[in-house]
């Protein structure tokens, strides 16, 4: 369900579909790199303003799925204009920071991003570039990022499949906005 808080700024409406808290776990795989799968926890917020946003935290999973250490870290903003373009600025705990750009697909929640721009600290690794393909698909939201480096050319590195995260006061805000004409045996409600 696409929730559209009443505060959000109306450039943003495009992007209701990402806010929110996210959770899911997924498969990272790139040359050089422990191949593993991870859990991930992912959240888009606002305030607002014309942006959303953006935090995410990976972390290794054994065979059990359980967390055996953080993978990487990443936050930053992103906004949308009146043509769907998409704009990201994204921090790396990796010592790498990212301008991305990229569309919203017509008439579907999808969005496909490329760098830009990409400045790296002395203690980043290579990294030269990347894609990212998000997409809202049956209320989830799934994303696949490709990375580049001076050694090894453009591939998919990580992907994942996330489920939006329900709290009580999401339960509680929900109730408090069904009609009072709701039915008493629950079956009428769907004739």
């Known amino acids: 369900m696409i929730?559209?808080?009443s505060d959000l700024h109306k450039d943003?409406?495009?992007?209701?579909?990402?806010?929110?808290?996210w959770a899911g776990a997924g498969v990272h795989d790139?040359?050089?790199?422990?191949?593993c799968n991870f859990g991930q926890e992912l959240t888009f917020s606002h305030d607002g303003r014309d942006f959303l946003e953006y935090h995410s935290h990976t972390w290794v999973l054994d065979a059990d799925g359980n967390k055996v250490r953080p993978l990487e870290s990443e936050s930053g903003f992103w906004r949308i204009d009146a043509q769907r373009k998409v704009e990201v600025v994204m921090t790396?705990?990796?010592g790498v920071v990212e301008i991305w750009?990229?569309?919203?697909?017509?008439?579907?929640?999808?969005?496909d991003l490329v760098t830009d721009a990409v400045a790296r600290t002395a203690a980043a690794g290579p990294y030269t570039g990347g894609k990212r393909l998000y997409g809202y698909v049956k209320s989830d939201l799934m994303w696949v990022g490709e990375k580049q480096?001076?050694?090894v050319e453009l591939r998919p590195y990580m992907s994942a499949h996330l489920k939006k995260v329900v709290t009580p006061e999401d339960v509680?805000?929900?109730a408090k906005a069904l009609p009072?004409?709701?039915?008493?045996?629950?079956i009428a409600f769907f004739k």
């Open 3 to 5: 929730e559209i808080p």
């Open 12 to 21: 943003l409406l495009p992007l209701a579909f990402l806010i929110g808290n």
């Open 30 to 35: 790139f040359p050089g790199s422990e191949k």
């Open 92 to 94: 790396r705990d990796d």
């Open 101 to 111: 750009y990229g569309d919203l697909a017509d008439k579907k929640p999808q969005i």
């Open 149 to 151: 480096t001076p050694e």
């Open 172 to 174: 509680e805000r929900w």
């Open 180 to 186: 009072d004409d709701m039915p008493d045996d629950g």
